[in-house]
DNA sequence: GTACTGATATGCT
DNA sequence: GCATATCAGTACC
């Protein structure tokens, strides 16, 4: 079943590491994609320098932040990417987990084209271990663009299953944020130890 | 495997 | 102007 709102509008850091495991489905044109969350990230706003809404700060990109919980933040970074993320805490609070690897579990011909334009079996050995293990990659594989910022996570278009897995999650330092003084130590990464689809550092 | 570079939207100074 | 919640391509080992 779909997780409820109830499930992401707790405590930012439980919501991550529960969101681990869990099934990420999304629906193009009857087309079905699932792919099992396998490495997250914690931002919390308000104290995070990390985060796009450090101290409150409010701007049309990270708008969604500010509503409800259960709707996805879309943001496009580099210019070239974009990242997704689920809104978490209660309104009014700029808390959001940001999904940076998923491992593919359905759908591999359509995230194949939609990443390298070829059929899964085409693909190289690194193209199927690069389809989904990053935040920017799983965005291209699932077609997830500025189209979805703002849309519910219980939606037909996009939503996220509950599942139950025995795995051991491991808590470690966040990437790409070296600029955000002392938040970069704080560790609020956390992924499926093992698992060969998480971005860096199994 | 590591090291460097370029792509360039958005928000900051 | 300048930096960034990234990735792919190239050049090496």
């Not at 044109?29 to 450090?54: M, Q, R, T």
């Not at 409010?58 to 708008?63: G, Y």
């Not at 011909?109 to 390298?116: K, Q």
């Not at 278009?157 to 070296?178: C, H, P, T, W």
Request: aromatic share 12%; proline share 4%; net charge positive.
């Amino acid at each position: 079943m779909k997780l409820p709102v109830d499930f992401y509008s707790r405590d930012t850091i439980t919501v991550a590491k529960e969101l681990l495991g869990k099934l990420l489905v999304r629906n193009i044109n009857g087309n079905k994609l699932v792919g099992k969350i396998v490495e997250v990230e914690a931002y919390l706003g308000p104290i995070d320098k990390a985060c796009h809404s450090y101290n409150f700060r409010r701007t049309q990109r990270n708008e969604v932040m500010y509503g409800p919980p259960g709707i996805a933040y879309v943001y496009f970074i580099y210019g070239m990417y974009y990242c997704l993320n689920f809104v978490t805490e209660k309104e009014g609070m700029p808390c959001a987990v940001l999904i940076r690897a998923l491992e593919p579990i359905e759908g591999f011909d359509i995230m194949a084209l939609n990443r390298f334009g070829k059929t899964y079996s085409e693909l190289t050995k690194s193209q199927k271990r690069n389809l989904t293990n990053g935040p920017g990659k799983l965005c291209r594989a699932f077609n997830i663009d500025k189209a979805l910022n703002g849309h519910s996570l219980l939606s037909d278009e996009i939503y996220v299953l509950d599942n139950q897995e025995d795995f051991e999650i491991v808590a470690g330092k966040r990437i790409g944020i070296d600029y955000a003084e002392e938040a970069k130590d704080f560790e609020w990464r956390f992924f499926i130890k093992g698992n060969p689809y998480v971005s860096k550092g199994k």
